[in-house]
């Protein structure tokens, strides 16, 4: 048995973006801050928003941290009570629709920010139009937004059908000018939400079907993407993968790869995706041992197993840029045994199909 509901519209396709005050004026908001990527100000975004929106713009929050803070909350909460915005609008990367996400729920409930990674259910907050220049977290579709604590070396998931954005506008177009760097990070971040989605115990037909297309696509463009940053097609093959991987996740929540990685990043600062992509295709192997319909999706997908699956997404690591081993990033044996032991204090590893012991998982993964 499984339930199935998604509560997004979604509006996908090249040029949307230009369309906005079109595609927002159903919902009959009347004034808006907006959330936004220092580098897409330097784009000239923000104009092209206010060329369409007019005064109803009341305020532009940039400079978010690449890994949302409480901070960064906290000032977007206050630029809204400042303004008593009724819609925001995010537009970036994951780290900006995330941080806007939280402050939304913060701002129409006025929770207290420090005790914000304490909350486990959100249900209401204030609408928000999330608007992705990168493809890969798929959080215009999630009811997830990772907020960190700095002081405490802390990276934690909220989550909530209150966090799922209202509207999502996905325009591959505003990938084009993402460097090839990030499009490498973000871009493996699509396969770890497919993957994660794949070897979750919550995973149904419909997940099943939209992370197997989505990692497909993924694996099959996501190079193309890193080195042609220009090509429009494959910008659009990498937005609409991003999508239905951000789709897949919201049905089952991530696996494995993403609790190990939260405390990766927090400690060692290794981008997401590359976090996650370190052990995504090793834990695909280990959920396979539970559930072989995973060699089956693995060969949808395009390898011959889990193994081959692996392998490939090893050498797609190497060809844009990312790391394979904990070694390249520079973490020893001991520095393997702390992130498994964090990682399995997160809520994201009861939710593999396999459920092997730590001390299994660190002999995997320190073969590695
Ligand atoms: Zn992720």
Redesign the pocket.
Known sequence: MFSYQHPVRIHFGQGVFSELEDMLRPYNFSSYVIVMSASQIDNGLDRLVKSQLGDDVKDVVTNITPNPTLEDVRRIARVMEANEADCLIAIGG?SVMDAAKAAAAVYLESIDIDRLLERTDFQVSLPVVAIPTTSG?GSEVTPVSVISDEANSLKVPLTGEGLYPKAAIVDPELTLTCPAAVTAVSGI?VI??ALDCLGSAAHNPISDALAVSAAKLAFENLERAYHEPMNNGVRENMAAASLMAGLAVSQTG?SGS?AL?YYMTSHYGVP??EA?ALTAGDWYIINSGANPKLDAHAEMIGFSDARDLNRHLDELKLATGLAVTFEDLGIGHSGIEEIIERGFAAADMKNNIAQPEQAEVFRFLSQK
Do not use: I, M, N, Q
């Open positions: 994951g977290s971040d770890c939400h991530t993403h990685s997401h995706g996650c």
